[in-house]
């Protein structure tokens, strides 16, 4: 018997975020995989903005975290597109990745901050593999590289269905 996705059995194919979280989900059905996942991707995203706020910026033009500001920037444009509920929900998460990063760069100092960005995100990438692994199948992003962009939305849309919000 062929398991299908969770909660994403019949997408609207005409709305492209449905097609994403359809296709992204085909390729973690294993339930250990997606618990994985559910730490790993915002461990992941969490690292990758601590990394791009650490990235010097001109003094006196722009403000430290501003590569951070702007990633984030175009990564919401993408995700306002495809969904404007799950894009508010990521803006609640970048913003409060913003402060931490901000806090962690005080408590630490910036190359503080810098490396324990690169032990998460090895960390949660060896997690991501062996979920992967223990899948069956090869990591989305290897088809396309936008899924590396869909992996928050799909583990946002996971709280948005278990909370009954629709996006």
């Known amino acids: 018997m062929a398991t299908t996705p969770d909660a994403l059995t019949?997408?609207?194919?005409?709305?492209?975020?449905?097609?994403?979280?359809?296709?992204?989900?085909g390729d973690h059905v294993n339930p250990?995989?997606?618990?994985?996942?559910?730490?790993?991707?915002?461990?992941?995203?969490?690292?990758?903005?601590a990394a791009l706020w650490v990235v010097p910026v001109p003094t006196g033009l722009v403000q430290t975290g501003f590569w951070m500001g702007l990633?984030?920037?175009?990564?919401?444009?993408?995700?306002?597109?495809?969904?404007?509920?799950?894009?508010?929900?990521?803006?609640?998460?970048?913003?409060?990745?913003?402060?931490?990063?901000?806090?962690?760069?005080?408590?630490?100092g910036m190359q503080g901050l810098l490396w324990l960005a690169i032990g998460v995100f090895v960390v949660a990438w060896i997690?991501?593999?062996?979920?992967?692994?223990?899948?069956?199948?090869?990591?989305?992003f290897f088809t396309d590289l936008s899924y590396l962009l869909v992996g928050p939305l799909w583990t946002l849309g996971k709280l948005y269905r278990k909370l009954g919000w629709s996006y």
């Open 32 to 49: 250990t995989n997606q618990r994985i996942h559910l730490v790993c991707v915002p461990a992941i995203v969490w690292s990758v903005t």
């Open 71 to 108: 990633a984030m920037f175009l990564a919401m444009a993408w995700y306002w597109r495809l969904s404007r509920p799950l894009a508010a929900g990521v803006l609640v998460f970048f913003t409060g990745f913003g402060f931490a990063n901000h806090a962690l760069s005080l408590a630490l």
């Open 127 to 140: 997690g991501q593999f062996i979920g992967h692994k223990i899948e069956g199948r090869k990591p989305s």
């Open 10 to 25: 019949t997408p609207d194919p005409r709305r492209p975020i449905d097609r994403w979280l359809f296709s992204y989900a």
